[in-house]
Each structure stands twice: as structure tokens, then as C-alpha cells.
């Protein structure tokens, strides 16, 4: 009789690591006050060129649109302002948290959102900086798992310098974990 050295023992539920309550790292406290601005400013040129369209002299345009018009750019501002409320809002609840074998990413205000990428599975991660990000320090990292074309997870507003000390840790560790 063959003798198995194949084992698969079970794993009691209160044995596995509780996942959502990590020592989680909150993003820079630049990162929410900047997308506020820029959702507000969006919502602002939206509604000037609707209101520039509306009392522009030089073209004159359909009735229809122009009692249209006034009712788009209110719907414009109240959506906007209640985007701009809303993704303030899901901003303080992003985090993340770098383990030594895996990166965290939390997220999502009415439906919790955490992503989990061991580090050996990460095939690159890429820091991202806007126009924006770069004039205020803060920076974005694109984390693409082994076999995905897309990237994995995007943790956003982190400092420069935290974004590049994640970047780098994370390639050096995922090195040293796969060759020994």
C-alpha cells in the first residue's frame, strides 16, 4: 500500500486572521479637500457653460431648450454638490495596509470594499501622478497582479514619498520572498 505525504488538514474559522480590523493607514489628509475642489470645480464649469449658453447674445436658441436649460443646470448643481458630498465621504474611508506578505486596500462607503494581493502574486506596481497629484505631493500606485491585464487595485492619495517607499518595499520584498 502506497503511503500518502499529502496533507490538507482543515482550519478552524476563529484560527484565521480577522481581515477588517488590520492596522489600516489612512491616505494623505491632502487627498480629500483636493477632489472636493476638483468635483466642485467640475460641477462649476458645467453649470457656467450651461448659464453662458442660456444668456449668450449672439445665437438665438429654441424655445424648447431654453426652458430646458435652466432645469439642466440646477439638476447639474444639485448633482453635482451631492457627488462631491458623497465621494468626500467615501474618501475619509479609504485605507490601506502593507503586511509583510501582503498588501490591503480598503474602500467603499455603503458597501465595505477590501482588496487582499499577497506579495508574491504581484506581477509590477506603478506610481501614478496627474497634473494635480504633482502640485500638491501626492501620488497614486497601480497594483497589477500576476495573469490580470487591468491593474489589481489603485490605492490613491498617498504622499510622494510613502507611494515610492511602498513601491519599493513591495519589489525588493516580493524578490527576496520568490529567490530566497
Known amino acids: 500500500m502506497l503511503e500518502s505525504h499529502f496533507s490538507n488538514p482543515i482550519v478552524p474559522i476563529n484560527a484565521l486572521p480577522a481581515i477588517l ?3 489600516k493607514q489612512s491616505l494623505s489628509e491632502k487627498y480629500a479637500p483636493i477632489n472636493r475642489l476638483v468635483n466642485l470645480g467640475l460641477t462649476l464649469f458645467v453649470c457656467a457653460i450651461g448659464m453662458a449658453l442660456y444668456f449668450q ?3 438665438d436658441l429654441p424655445a424648447g431648450l431654453l426652458i430646458f436649460l435652466p432645469f439642466f443646470i440646477w439638476a447639474a448643481a444639485i448633482f453635482g454638490l451631492l457627488l462631491t458630498w458623497i465621494r468626500h465621504a ?4 479609504k485605507s490601506y495596509t502593507l503586511r509583510e ?3 490591503h486596500y480598503t474602500s467603499g462607503l455603503f458597501f465595505r ?3 487582499s494581493q499577497p506579495i508574491t502574486r504581484i506581477q509590477h506596481i506603478e506610481l501614478k501622478r496627474g497634473p ?3 502640485k500638491v505631493g501626492l501620488a497614486r500606485l497601480q497594483v497589477f497582479s500576476a495573469g490580470g491585464e487591468m491593474h489589481t487595485f489603485e490605492i490613491p492619495g498617498l504622499p510622494l514619498e510613502t507611494a515610492q517607499q511602498l513601491r519599493q518595499f513591495i519589489l525588493q520584498h516580493k524578490d527576496m520572498v520568490k529567490h530566497g
Do not use: A, G
Open 57 to 59: 447674445p449672439f445665437v
Open 101 to 103: 506578505l501582503d498588501l
Open 113 to 115: 470594499k477590501v482588496v
Open 21 to 23: 480590523n488590520l492596522d
Open 132 to 134: 494635480i497629484e504633482r
Open 90 to 93: 467615501q474618501d475619509h474611508v
